[in-house]
């Protein structure tokens, strides 16, 4: 159906930055909504960032005014800019998209397996 692909996890230090990305490949349609969730130890997963193919964001406001999600125009792949990271932005992070294909016409959600991003000095 869809497989997403993340990219960009590693160590990084406060204050420093980093880049995700994620690429959808398979039998797509359309891709609805495409973001990042993340998931730390202990802790629910979480919204982070979403683009609908309207171009409406939503992110959660511990991530506002550091992290940005942004979209390229074939809408096939997504990307998470972390600018000053936090200790507690430590977690896994997913890219999720809801997408139709050609063998399943209704929206459906994909997740990718994960990527880890440390924050630590």
């Known amino acids: 159906q869809v497989q997403l692909v993340e990219s960009g996890g590693g160590l990084v230090q406060p204050g420093g930055s980093l880049r995700l990305s994620c690429a959808a490949s398979?039998?797509?349609?359309?891709?609805?909504?495409m973001g990042w969730y993340r998931q730390a130890p202990g802790k629910q997963r979480e919204l982070v960032g979403t683009i609908s193919s309207a171009g409406k964001i939503n992110s959660a406001d511990s991530v506002k005014g550091r992290f940005s999600v942004s979209r390229d125009n074939a809408e096939n792949t997504v990307s998470l800019e972390m600018n000053s990271p936090k200790p507690e932005d430590t977690a896994v992070y997913y890219c999720?998209?809801?997408?139709?294909?050609?063998?399943?016409?209704?929206?459906?959600?994909?997740w990718g397996t994960g990527t880890l991003v440390t924050v630590s000095s």
């Open positions: 999720n998209a809801v997408a139709a294909t050609t063998t399943r016409t209704y929206g459906w959600n994909y």
């Open positions: 398979g039998n797509i349609v359309s891709i609805y909504v």
